[in-house]
């Protein structure tokens, strides 16, 4: 699903190459919040690299299947 779709858009990009790396996707401490599935996708790494990461990862965000949502927090208080 999407979550899976971003993951592939981060290996596709070769951020790891960056000194990136990708923790996910897995299922959200909450995993279904109002009848919605939620999976988590962290990215780790050095300041810029992690910009380029989420300068991807938007971009792939905007293909993602009908119905399916993403966002970002760059700088996660909680991973609930």
């Known amino acids: 699903a999407g979550a899976d779709a971003l993951a592939r858009a981060f290996d596709a990009a070769r951020l790891g190459a960056r000194g990136c790396e990708r923790l996910g996707p897995a299922p959200a401490p909450?995993?279904?919040?109002?009848?919605?599935?939620?999976y988590q996708l962290l990215v780790k790494g050095p300041a810029e690299?992690?910009?380029?990461?989420?300068?991807?990862?938007?971009?792939?965000?905007?293909?993602?299947?009908?119905?399916?949502?993403?966002?970002?927090?760059?700088?996660?208080?909680?991973?609930l």
């Open 30 to 38: 909450l995993a279904r919040l109002r009848g919605r599935y939620r």
């Open 49 to 79: 690299s992690v910009r380029c990461a989420a300068r991807a990862l938007a971009e792939a965000a905007t293909a993602l299947p009908e119905g399916v949502k993403g966002s970002m927090d760059a700088l996660p208080l909680s991973m």
